[in-house]
């Protein structure tokens, strides 16, 4: 009997018109919130200034932390998306902004590596990798716009250090709408984003491995819906010879919910000052980015900084949806040093 998917979490399948208004997946530090920041931000330092040295319980937190655990609450039960705006960069300079972002960081997750370096803070700005390399990430890629994509952990949080001359909104599209609407218009291609498909490894394969590997795009599991949407790396699978190949059906279902989140019904555009934070479940919402310019000599060259996390709220997932599933990944624990342009 062929497999016959079924909607998912249908609760959570908000429209663009429903979180039109920014101040509902808005969270706005108050002076209460800045202080407790600013303790936390003693203390972290007193216990060290690596930031791998700091976990949650050494960045404490009071009326913050219950605001936080709300947060996490709501991204994976609800919308799947916040903002938290902003950390005072008047205040601090970028490394303190940084362990900052981490202490938050750590009340909502678990730090997850991000890349076979293991790092566990990276850096998402301009690195002077090519779209056309077969081994850029999309952290690497800067100016062009990046469609919509999930990470590879069950949240990723940005931070905002500087902003772009022009351009670099952020976007963000309910993946499980736009599941629900593919399962009642296309079942057919629902069905085979079900199946494993090919995804390249963009050479962080383990050693003497084959440099793809093999992943559902949708997963059911007690329930919920758990996503890994990537077309691109998908579709570069097929460089290798030996991966399996994609099928023109394949191929059309993967536009087809590309297509999809582009829609303007199904999501929503936020600019980022610095300071601002951004938080995604990512197997709920996809996310991507409008092309920007920078203006390096005037210091105006964008550049963010990226979590990774396993929530602590969700108890259960697929296997090869946990926090070391890429094992290879984490031997080494490490963080992303990219020095930003002067303010």
């Known amino acids: 009997m062929p497999f016959i998917p079924q909607p998912l ?15 509902a997946w808005t969270l706005r530090l108050d002076a209460q919130d800045h202080e407790e920041l600013a303790s936390a931000l ?14 949650k319980e050494s960045f404490p937190l009071d009326g913050l932390a219950e605001k936080l655990s709300d947060v996490e609450r709501e991204l994976i039960d609800g919308r799947g ?36 370096h293991g790092h566990l803070m990276g850096d998402v700005t301009d690195q002077g990798k090519a779209i056309t390399d077969p081994t850029a990430r999309g952290n690497e890629l800067g100016l062009i716009a990046l469609d919509y ?5 069950d949240l990723v949080g940005l931070m905002c250090l500087r902003k772009a001359r022009a351009g670099g909104l952020s976007c963000v599209a309910n993946v499980v709408a736009i599941h629900n609407e593919l399962v009642r218009t296309r079942p057919d291609l629902a ?14 394969q383990p050693p003497g491995k084959p440099g793809f590997y093999m992943r559902q795009v949708f997963t059911a599991h007690e329930g919920r ?25 394949a191929i059309e ?23 601002d934070m951004q938080f995604i479940n990512n197997y709920h919402v996809l996310h991507g980015r409008t092309a920007y310019e920078d203006d390096a000599a005037c ?16 108890k259960d997932r697929p296997v090869y949806f946990q926090n070391g599933a890429m094992g290879h990944w984490g031997r080494n624990k490490t963080v992303s040093h990219i020095a930003p342009v002067a303010r």
């Open 149 to 153: 994509h999930t990470d590879g952990s």
């Open 81 to 116: 998306f916040v903002r938290i705006s902003a950390l005072d960069t008047q205040r601090y300079s970028d490394d303190d902004l940084t362990m900052l972002y981490w202490g938050i960081g750590m009340h909502l997750g678990d730090p997850w590596p991000q890349n076979k």
């Open 225 to 249: 819906l758990f996503v890994r949407f990537i077309p691109q790396y998908i579709k570069a699978s097929q460089r290798h010879a030996d991966a399996p190949r994609l099928s023109a059906r």
């Open 9 to 23: 979490e249908s609760h959570i399948g908000w429209r663009a018109a429903d979180v039109a208004e920014p101040s």
């Open 191 to 204: 069905a085979i984003l079900y199946e494993p498909l090919p995804w390249d490894f963009r050479g962080e």
């Open 299 to 314: 210091g105006q060259k964008r550049h963010l900084k990226r979590l990774w996390l396993a929530t602590r709220y969700l």
């Open 42 to 55: 003693a203390y972290s330092k007193s216990v060290s200034t690596d930031l791998l040295d700091i976990g």
């Open 253 to 275: 279902a993967l536009d087809t919910v590309s297509a999809m989140a582009n829609d303007p019904s199904f999501n929503v555009y936020m600019d980022f000052a610095p300071g």
